[in-house]
């Protein structure tokens, strides 16, 4: 059995084309802004991860000198 469905008007389906065109624009706006916010945890890890690494070769060469100026 098929059910009765009401006839969608031309109107209607232009109604429907809009709301689509919609809705897609806000998943695509959506998409761009996680990635956005991923890129930006990226940049932050990186600059984190340098700056550890800076210090570590400071803390090294630092200590390597020390080392061999003390006097005991």
Not at 11 to 25: F, M, R, S, T
Not at 32 to 58: C, D, R, S
Request: charged content about 30%; overall charge neutral; glycine content about 2%.
């Amino acid at each position: 059995m098929m059910e009765d469905k009401p006839e969608i008007k031309e109107e209607d389906d232009e109604l429907v084309a809009v709301n689509d065109k919609y809705v897609i624009q806000l998943i695509r706006k959506n998409t761009k802004l996680k990635l956005e916010a991923k890129m930006t945890a990226g940049k932050i890890q990186f600059y984190i991860f340098v700056v550890a690494w800076i210090l570590t070769l400071m803390f090294g060469v630092i200590m390597c000198l020390k080392s061999n100026y003390s006097v005991n």
